[in-house]
T-cell receptor, first 115, second 114 residues
Framework: AQKVTQAQTEISVVEKEDVTLDCVYE???????LFWYKQPPSGELVFLIR??????QNEISGRYSWNFQKSTSSFNFTITASQVVDSAVYFC????????????FGTGTSLTVIP | KAGVTQTPRYLIKTRGQQVTLSCSPI?????VSWYQQTPGQGLQFLFE???????NKGNFPGRFSGRQFSNSRSEMNVSTLELGDSALYLC?????????????FGSGTQLSVL
């Protein structure tokens, strides 16, 4: 069965600290995609990154970086030098063809960056 | 290009009533999905429509239903409202339904059932 686990419910960090959000997934499919979304207080989920199951290269985009490891079924997200504007709920999600490409979301991690 | 539009933004209903929520996808997108978000539960999948046909359905009672029109706009209906239906209802659209296609979300409708 498909499942996404975000064990960290809430995280608080002081501004400029680095923070890593964990995501562990389960799927029997060999072809799948992983996503991260950010939900600010306004409510709308904003797409951050997409990764396919065949590409384990880490990715860096400004202060954001993602570490994808198939061996541990993890797709972790790191924010370097956090800022107050990073405060939001972050969701990890999985899409695979076995279930008609339906999205499975984790329960989210609420990040608070304290100034 | 306009984003996903959901109306209304806020809604207050009482138990036993029914409610209809509306979602207009991004122009050209033929898939619309609905999610229920409650504190601690994350996003629970309700259903997805593509070209007016329901593709997938989540594990929700029959009180939750939806439809999609020929212009891809979608409505979600909840009948006989219960207190537990209070939640943020999010709509998302995508152009196709392939594995790599990302979802674009609206700002949601906050439903409060009293």
């Amino acid at each position: 069965a498909q499942k996404v686990t975000q064990a960290q419910t809430e995280i608080s960090v002081v501004e400029k600290e680095d923070v890593t959000l964990d995501c562990v997934y389960e799927t029997r499919d060999t072809t799948y995609y992983l996503f991260w979304y950010k939900q600010p207080p306004s409510g709308e989920l904003v797409f951050l990154i997409r990764r396919n199951s065949f590409d384990e290269q880490n990715e860096i985009s400004g202060r954001y970086s993602w570490n994808f490891q198939k061996s541990t079924s993890s797709f972790n997200f790191t924010i370097t030098a956090s800022q107050v504007v990073d405060s939001a709920v972050y969701f990890c999600a999985l899409s695979d063809s076995n279930t008609g490409n339906q999205f499975y979301f984790g329960t989210g991690t609420s990040l608070t960056v304290i100034p | 290009k306009a984003g996903v539009t959901q109306t209304p933004r806020y809604l207050i209903k009482t138990r036993g009533q029914q409610v209809t929520l509306s979602c207009s996808p991004i122009s050209g997108h033929r898939s619309v999905s609905w999610y229920q978000q409650t504190p601690g539960q994350g996003l629970q999948f309700l259903f997805e429509y593509f070209s007016e046909t329901q593709r997938n359905k989540g594990n929700f009672p029959g009180r939750f239903s939806g439809r999609q029109f020929s212009n891809s706009r979608s409505e979600m209906n909840v009948s006989t409202l219960e207190l537990g239906d209070s939640a943020l209802y999010l709509c998302a659209s995508r152009g196709t339904v392939t594995t790599n296609e990302k979802l674009f979300f609206g700002s949601g409708t906050q439903l409060s059932v009293l």
